[in-house]
């Protein structure tokens, strides 16, 4: 329990930091934009460095805890976009959601990641487990998302992209590995049993 009360601050201390920072920033939004999206990126890279690591370390048991902050502050960064930049017209944000790709982008992944938080409970995961690959899919547009956004590419958004190729490419390797594994089992299985017959 007081694991969870100290992971919960941790992860609340980008808000407490950015809310600290509003009253000084120059363009409010754009600070809120910068803070959320940037939290957003890192939280989700941190959910799916989980799987790949516990070999060395086994964080199994805070991954949804971490994949839930991080639709918190994704929902953060919609709210800012929805409620102060468009000031709840929701025409405006249609408008800028078909004219920017970039704001597309984000939308897309807002919603898987809005599908992740609401299937993460045991129950629901367990039914539709399937559909949490859907994050990578979110990981790739929220990266563009980013990318696109600043319009220059920083070191940040190099380093955002590289770290997203990397566990995609470990993704891909893992689920060939697991089909390959399956493929040779069912072939034992096969073997033994037109052997048995004989």
């Given amino acids: 329990m007081m694991k969870k009360i100290i992971l919960t ?23 809120i934009y910068i803070h959320t999206g940037t939290t957003t990126i890192i939280l989700l890279i941190m959910t799916l460095c989980i799987s ?23 929902f953060l960064h919609f709210l800012n976009f929805f409620v ?3 000031e709840l017209s929701t025409a405006f944000v249609l408008k800028q959601t078909l004219d920017k790709p970039f704001i597309y982008l984000g939308m897309a992944s807002f919603f ?21 690959k859907f994050v990578y899919l979110a990981l790739i547009m929220v990266t563009i998302h980013a990318s696109m956004a ?7 958004e190099y380093f955002y ?7 995609i490419g ?14 040779r089992l069912e072939k034992n299985i096969r073997i033994k049993y037109s052997l048995s017959y004989r």
Wanted: hydrophobic share 50%; charged share 20%; net charge positive.
């Fill in 9 to 31: 601050l941790v992860f609340l201390s980008p808000l407490f930091y950015m809310v600290y920072g509003l009253q000084s920033a120059i363009d409010p939004i754009k600070y």
């Fill in 52 to 74: 790949p690591l516990k070999k060395i370390k086994n964080l199994m048991k805070y991954r949804r805890f971490v994949g839930l902050f991080t639709f918190f502050y994704g």
């Fill in 84 to 86: 102060l930049d468009a």
């Fill in 112 to 132: 898987i990641l809005f599908l992740m938080s609401i299937t993460s409970a045991k129950k629901l995961f367990k039914k539709l487990n399937s559909w949490h």
């Fill in 150 to 156: 600043q319009k220059v590419l920083s070191k940040t």
């Fill in 161 to 167: 992209i590289l770290i997203a190729l990397i566990l």
């Fill in 170 to 183: 470990y993704r891909l390797y893992y689920m060939g590995k697991e089909k390959l594994r399956i493929q």
